[in-house]
């Protein structure tokens, strides 16, 4: 049941970030709402599934839109695997830690973006790629996380009183 009602989140999750927020965005910039699940699926069952949906939500982005294949899929399951080794820290009612990490988590996924598709290119203007890219994602990912979190930490506690009865 877990599994699958993850999946169908992600598969949702996935086509929200593709098709109406690519279109209905601001300068640009989306909110990065493949972090914040990915995180909160590594928050809620740890690493070994973080690192399975990681890698999952970034091979359909490099089937569909990546420009090599297995970038964002290492990303994104490096990113749910190691927001899984919070799962032993956090405490159900914490909100303002998943919120920092989910940050921290897109800062690192911005900079290892930056540095495997432009700075391997010869494009070092780290400086413009900070102030136009980075800075406003992070603002627009914490936006989100503020609303989604809280959701999908609602979704994974009921998911998990009900992986513990069966």
């Known amino acids: 049941m877990y599994i699958f009602v993850t999946t169908l989140l992600l598969l949702i999750i996935l086509l929200l970030q593709t098709t109406i927020f690519a279109t209905v965005n601001i300068g640009g910039i989306i909110p990065n709402l493949i972090i914040i699940l990915i995180s909160s699926i ?4 740890g690493r070994k599934m973080g690192l399975i949906f990681g890698f999952l939500a970034g091979l359909i982005l490099d089937i569909f839109y990546g420009p090599l294949i297995g970038l964002y899929a290492i990303a994104f399951m490096y990113i749910g695997f190691l927001n899984g080794y919070v799962k032993r820290v956090l405490f159900t009612g914490d909100f303002a830690l ?6 921290l988590s897109d800062f690192v996924y911005c900079n290892f973006i930056y540095v495997c598709l432009y700075l391997l290119q010869g494009d070092f203007n780290y400086l ?9 994602e992070l603002i627009s990912t914490g936006i989100a996380a503020i609303l989604l979190y809280p959701m ?3 979704i994974f506690t009921k998911l998990e009183k009900v992986y513990a009865d069966e």
């Open 42 to 45: 590594g928050f809620s069952r």
């Open 98 to 103: 998943p919120i920092g990490i989910i940050l």
């Open 128 to 136: 413009f790629y900070f102030t136009h890219k980075i800075i406003p």
């Open 152 to 154: 999908f930490n609602l």
